[in-house]
């Protein structure tokens, strides 16, 4: 995964990641459901990384890689 400061410019503004309280829901719901989140949180990254892309190419391709890292 990528380190916290790259964790932090493509997340600190969302309220999953900035509120204590939505941030331990989310990773209730995560636990509940198998989901690491650190998964979560590199599948949003990439994303995000990539929004501003017409055609994010290879994009399906990195979602498959980290999501192959759930057991």
């Known amino acids: 995964m ?3 400061h ?5 997340l600190s503004d969302l309220p ?4 204590d309280r939505a941030r331990a829901a989310m ?3 995560c636990e509940r459901h198998g989901v690491p989140v650190d998964v979560l949180t590199e599948l949003v990254m ?3 990384e990539r ?3 017409e055609r994010a190419h290879g994009i399906y ?3 498959e890689e ?5 057991e």
């Open 2 to 4: 990528a380190d916290g």
């Open 6 to 10: 790259f964790e932090e410019a493509y």
């Open 16 to 19: 999953l990641w900035a509120d």
């Open 27 to 29: 990773e209730k719901v």
């Open 46 to 48: 990439v994303q995000r």
């Open 51 to 53: 929004q501003h892309q």
């Open 61 to 63: 391709q990195r979602f």
């Open 66 to 70: 980290i999501l192959g890292r759930i």
